[in-house]
């Protein structure tokens, strides 16, 4: 997930006519089920242009819970004006009355009032990870993006957005009419709940095989397409289909297998 800090600096020592040189100040962090990236950025108030000044590179299982991994951005900071005085945390997980039960982490629950009182924050915020990945994809450059299925882009529309990690998230975005153009707002999804759909006979083989393993579990989006489900295509298959099997695959799966999040055995994020 995504882990946003702002802060603002303080109005009085500028003039109104300077206002175009405000800068805001934005501790970012990236945390997935091997690497914790964190990043500060100044980003300027009216061309939102952002400069990198401090960047971190951590592992994720160096972390007990989510004070852990604010500290350690914000340590170097405290006591100076650089301090961050409002966060929005982005997680992977339902947000319900500002508290997350963050997915595949043995985390305690991340709380916004309780991180407020602990950090001295003014303002916490929480939001869904997917939520905020939709509201990133807005802005991506069209030189980033890669066409894997060729379709009709229609301006101005609805958009779903859907990404494979450890598990599977999806976000819808409705437009927004201004007097700038079209804005986005990003609403969040439990769809990787829904109930997968075979449409073809191996579809439905595969399906069978993962209702044997996971029982109905086996059967919702997430682990039959998830990231974690990657491992679990490669068995069917071999078994479904006895060519497949090499030395060179049964290898893959030491890095993807059994779970990005067990750290005794798994080497390697299943979405890597």
Do not use: H
């Amino acid at each position: 997930f995504f882990f946003l800090m702002i802060r603002r600096p303080p109005r009085s020592t500028q003039s109104r006519s300077s206002a175009a040189s405000d800068v805001y100040k934005r501790q970012i962090c990236d945390i997935g089920g091997t690497n914790v990236r964190l990043r500060i950025v100044e980003v300027e108030e009216l061309t939102y242009e952002p400069r990198i000044i401090q960047e971190k590179l951590c592992l994720t299982k160096d972390f007990n819970n989510i004070s852990e991994v604010i500290n350690e951005i914000v340590d170097d900071f405290k006591g100076t004006e650089q301090y961050p005085k409002i966060a929005v945390l982005a997680l992977a997980g339902p947000i319900v009355n500002q508290q997350c039960i963050v997915s595949y982490l043995d985390w305690p629950v991340v709380s916004a009032q309780e991180i407020k009182e602990k950090f001295d924050f003014v303002e916490v915020k929480l939001i869904n990870d997917f939520e905020a990945v939709g509201f990133g994809i807005t802005v991506v450059p069209e030189t980033l993006k890669t066409v894997i299925q060729e379709g009709e882009k229609q301006e101005g529309k609805p958009m779903a957005v859907m990404g494979m990690g450890t598990g599977l998230g999806v976000c819808f975005l409705t437009p927004i009419l201004t007097q700038n153009g079209v804005n986005y707002n990003s609403y969040p999804t439990e769809y990787s709940g829904a109930q997968f759909s075979p449409q073809t006979e191996v579809e439905w083989e595969y399906l069978k095989f993962m209702q044997q393993k996971y029982s109905k579990k086996g059967a919702q989006l997430e682990p039959c397409i998830g990231g974690s489900a990657i491992p679990q295509m490669f068995k069917f298959l071999v078994q479904y289909r006895k060519d497949l099997e090499s030395p060179l695959l049964k290898d893959c799966l030491l890095y993807t297998s059994p779970s990005p999040r067990d750290r005794q055995k798994s080497r390697m994020p299943s979405s890597a």
